[in-house]
């Protein structure tokens, strides 16, 4: 086929084609917010709750799992949490109060 660009490949580590959930950590209602993304959520939040992850979950005390959301593709959650990070905070409590108006520890509810 002359004249045609050969095809590119792209080729995806088994990671990347695993799905990923964006999630939201806080230390009480209304209060300090983190958002995270991660391709196992019991195993990154337990993480924050014990204070394996040094920085800031750690130093303010952020353990309670508030808000999350599940993707199939690790590119659309990360994606995702960029968009949510520069959302207002207004923005960030809403879609909390939406799912979680009772600001519940959601992490007892994953396993």
């Known amino acids: 086929m002359a004249g045609l660009v050969p095809a590119i490949h792209v080729f995806h580590d088994d ?9 939201i950590m806080t230390n ?15 195993r ?7 204070g394996l992850i040094k920085g800031f979950t750690q130093r303010y005390g952020l ?8 993707f199939d593709e ?3 959650a990360i994606q995702r949490e960029h968009n949510i990070k520069h959302w207002p905070r207004t923005w960030k409590i809403r879609i909390i109060l939406a799912e ?9 509810t994953l396993a």
Do not use: C
């Open 15 to 23: 990671v990347m084609s695993h799905g990923g959930y964006v999630y």
């Open 28 to 42: 009480r209602p209304n209060g300090i917010l983190y958002v995270g993304v991660t391709n196992d959520l019991i």
């Open 44 to 50: 990154r939040v337990f993480e924050h709750r014990s």
């Open 63 to 70: 353990k309670r799992l508030v808000y999350f959301e599940a």
């Open 74 to 76: 690790i590119q659309t």
């Open 100 to 108: 979680n108006p009772d600001w519940n520890d959601l992490y007892d």
